[in-house]
């Protein structure tokens, strides 16, 4: 099959990448190297067409979206904080941007699997977060994936095929701070034999995500007959960042208290998925757990890698 990864050369994108090129598929990735590096890609970089470019372009995207089976659309700006002082740009990349790979979809017939987020329920009104309870997004940010989301149902009912997934905290290897960033954080200041900082009281929870499985996710609904659907991506588990914090630094080995800091704007109070949907309809699980990876890590010193 022949699939354009947007966002190809970023975190998530040059691990789904990766594991395309390993199923023998031929892939372009599409990236303007904004958030992404190149050195990502150079474990298949011989294998892959590559395109430096941004999905604001639409002629653009015409010309390379025309003979592909799907696209994989990975490619945002995806930092919150950084969404309060630019949300022009967030508007324009995560919306108008996608809005053309989804006008390309309808017009050349492809499937798009995309990058959704868990940040439009907002601080949700009950735990575990259902994929048809209330979305409320109070960031920037979040508002453009739930716009995104909007568009995702007009095109899906003019023909398109959308499936989005909201991904939770996605972490592992080449993670930036836009994704689970506390711990990429947390990990460079124990690297250092410092303290992590928490955010505010640290009684905030989160549910992580290893990278491989949201490949999966990824992939599997790419495969499936579904036309259209949203999808939670996460674990069904969570820990409180204080409680991350504590096990980075026993991990370690290291006789450290945690240090705190002003809680960050835009910060949701609570995530944790219900994924009994995506488990039902495509038959994805996660495989991987955040303590085993945390372990690995520490143990093996390949902390430097994240």
Request: contains cysteine; glycine residues 6%.
């Amino acid at each position: 099959m022949k699939y354009l990864v947007t966002g190809g050369a970023g975190f998530i994108g040059s691990h789904l990448t990766e594991k395309l090129v390993s199923q023998k598929h031929d892939v372009t990735v599409l990236d303007n190297l904004n958030t992404g590096k190149e050195r990502n890609l150079e474990p298949v970089q011989d294998n892959i067409e590559f395109v430096e470019g941004d999905i604001r372009n639409y002629e653009l995207l015409e010309k390379i979206t025309s003979d592909v089976d799907g696209v994989f659309h990975q490619a945002a700006l995806a930092s919150v904080q950084d969404s309060f002082e630019k949300p022009e740009e967030y508007y324009d990349v995560n919306v108008n941007g996608t809005e053309n790979i989804f006008r390309c979809a309808k017009k050349y017939g492809f499937k798009v699997v995309y990058a959704s987020s868990s940040s439009v329920y907002g601080n949700p009104i009950r735990i575990p977060i259902k994929e048809s309870d209330e979305k409320n997004p109070f960031n920037p940010y979040a508002e453009t994936k739930l716009k995104d989301e909007e568009l995702a149902i007009k095109y899906s009912k003019n023909g398109a095929s959308i499936i989005g997934l909201r991904y939770f905290n996605v972490f592992g290897i080449r993670q930036s701070k836009e994704y689970a960033g506390v711990i990429k954080l947390f990990l460079d200041k124990i690297k250092n034999d410092e303290p992590p900082r928490v955010n505010g009281d640290g009684t905030q929870f989160r549910d992580f995500v290893h990278v491989s499985d949201v490949v999966n996710a990824n992939i599997l609904s790419m495969k499936s007959d579904i036309e259209h659907e949203f999808f939670n991506v996460g674990t069904s588990s969570s820990i409180t960042i204080l409680e991350l914090a504590k096990v980075i630094i026993e991990l370690a080995g290291l006789n450290l208290e945690p240090a705190f800091g002003p809680a960050l704007e835009g910060d949701v109070n609570k995530t944790l998925s219900d994924t009994e949907l995506i488990r039902e309809k495509i038959g994805w699980k996660p495989t991987i757990t955040l303590e085993e990876w945390l372990n690995e890590i520490i143990s093996s010193k390949k902390i430097d890698y994240v």
